[in-house]
């Protein structure tokens, strides 16, 4: 049995970059649907017990448990992407994180731009990605559901790119939305705790 966490902030916290309306329905309705589906899948399964990481790489993979794969990944990444996000968050970090991106982007503008592109060249729907791959930081993205914890890639940073994301306060301005979260709610500390 999978739970639905709260919200680490008031519906209205992230507002105007991510208005209360959105969180109410992306939070209270489609993750509430993917955990509730995913509770359907499993129930009197050996799953039924198991934690989402469990759940979701035993899976991974397997056409034929696509249906538990889709929504446990996409309650993970939800829970996740909620943790990403802060008001007063974004922009440039500081620390070892601001470190790590300096070494490997060489400025904090060009990981901006490019984990920004990553979110706007994901055709349909989808994740863009701040990764540990390898030892080294990198950008990704994902298509539908799909989770770098999957892949054995360590997750630091998400934005969800799924219209349902965005469309209520952006319309079909995808690359506005991710702008607006890179420079305002980006939570480091939450990348900087994932680090470690
Ligand atoms: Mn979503």
């Avoid at 998400?158 to 991710?178: F, G, M, S």
Wanted: proline fraction near 4%.
């Amino acid at each position: 049995m999978i739970t639905l966490p709260e919200l680490p902030y008031a519906k209205d916290a992230l507002s105007p970059v991510i208005g209360a309306a959105t969180l109410e329905f992306h939070h209270g309705k489609h993750h509430k649907a993917y955990v509730d589906n995913l509770n359907k899948l499993i129930a009197g399964t050996e799953l039924a017990d198991a934690d989402l990481e469990t759940i979701i790489k035993k899976v991974a993979g397997d056409p034929a448990r696509a249906g538990i794969f889709n929504n446990a990944a996409q309650v993970w990444n939800h829970s996740f992407y909620w943790q990403c996000l802060k008001a007063g968050g974004g922009g440039a970090p500081t620390g070892a994180v601001a470190a790590k991106i300096a070494a490997a982007w060489e400025s904090y503008e060009k990981f901006a731009e490019e984990l920004k592109n990553a979110g706007v060249t994901q055709f349909g729907s989808g994740w863009a990605w701040l990764v540990v791959d390898g030892g080294q930081l990198k950008i990704t993205k994902t298509a539908n559901a799909d989770t770098p914890i999957a892949h054995g890639v360590k997750p630091l940073l998400t934005i969800d790119v799924w219209e349902h994301a965005y469309y209520l306060d952006y319309q079909n301005r995808r690359p506005d939305y991710l702008s607006a979260v890179i420079a305002n709610l980006i939570n480091w500390d939450f990348v900087s705790a994932n680090l470690g």
